[in-house]
């Protein structure tokens, strides 16, 4: 498996950076985490296959508010007409990609999509049910897309957030999406091959909001004995920053520790050889 970050901040895109939103491909299956700000162009940007499925984290607008755009490009790609006068109609042999939300997202997506009607073309207005697939998963639940199992596990942030880890035959990724310190992390991300872990705090989260420091991340990294770390989710674009919670995270972690880079792809590391 492959990583690429499409972007790496926590609230809105500043200095060109995207908010959340990560490509995990395989050799035979693309899936993309969240769909903040900013997503969708850089998606649009990727040589790359059709998506094979979209998982969202929770339902805040960081992580959710380009899924209308993908979605209406996912359409897009299904339309087709007879001749330039004819009605658009869709190409059913191009399918709907599976869209993983938590419970209740469905019905807000629609409403979205229907605030922005286009008349003379009532298919364009249908990105959620004809450009996606919707299925609200529930915490606990593994999914299969392709050859990539999904396990969603529930985390702790102010609005409901899972983590999925991902994995195939040779290696597993966990994304936290947002979440303070928790158990459950360190169980979600158990011998995984690479932590994607938020890292929005310089100090560990004391509001209840929900929130990692890179120590905590470092931390739980250690503490799931996973191969590397990367961290995302900054609270600001400044590369000084980054590098500031790579080297914290560094100090607490002894395997590598990356930073989210948009538009690099990484691969997903294997998981620690355990000695007998
Ligand atoms: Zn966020």
Redesign the pocket.
């Known amino acids: 498996m492959h990583l690429t970050p499409l972007g790496c901040l ?1 609230g809105m895109p500043a200095g060109g950076l995207a908010s ?1 939103g990560y490509l995990v491909e395989s050799s035979q299956t693309s899936v993309l985490l969240d769909a903040g700000p900013g997503i969708a162009t850089r998606l649009s940007a990727l040589q790359t296959r059709r998506l094979s499925a979209v998982f969202v984290s929770h339902e ?1 607008t ?2 959710i508010l380009d899924l209308l755009v993908i979605g209406k490009r996912l359409l897009a790609d299904r339309l087709v007409r007879e001749d330039e006068n004819a009605p658009l109609c869709l190409d059913e042999s191009v399918p709907r990609v599976p869209l993983l939300l938590p419970r209740g997202a469905t019905a807000k997506l629609h409403t979205l999509a229907s605030l922005y009607p286009v008349a003379t073309h009532p298919l364009l207005d249908q990105a959620f049910e004809l450009g996606f697939e919707t299925h609200e998963y529930e915490p606990g639940e593994t999914l299969a897309v392709g050859d990539l199992s999904l396990r969603i596990e529930q985390l702790r942030h102010v609005a409901p957030n899972c983590g999925v880890r991902l994995a195939d035959a040779h290696s597993s990724l966990v994304y936290t999406g ?1 979440t303070g310190v928790t158990d459950e992390l360190v169980d979600l991300a158990s011998g995984a091959g690479t932590l994607l872990a938020e890292s929005t705090l310089r100090d560990t989260d004391t509001s209840g909001h929900g929130h990692l420091s890179s120590s905590d991340a470092a931390r739980a990294a250690d503490d799931a004995g996973v191969t590397e770390l990367v961290l995302t ?1 900054f609270s600001s674009p400044d590369p000084v920053q980054h590098r500031w919670h790579r080297d914290r995270a560094a100090s607490v972690f002894d395997g590598p520790v990356g930073i989210a880079r948009p538009g690099i792809s990484h691969p997903v590391a294997a998981p620690r050889k355990v000695l007998a």
């Open positions: 926590a959340s805040h960081d992580h947002d989710h």
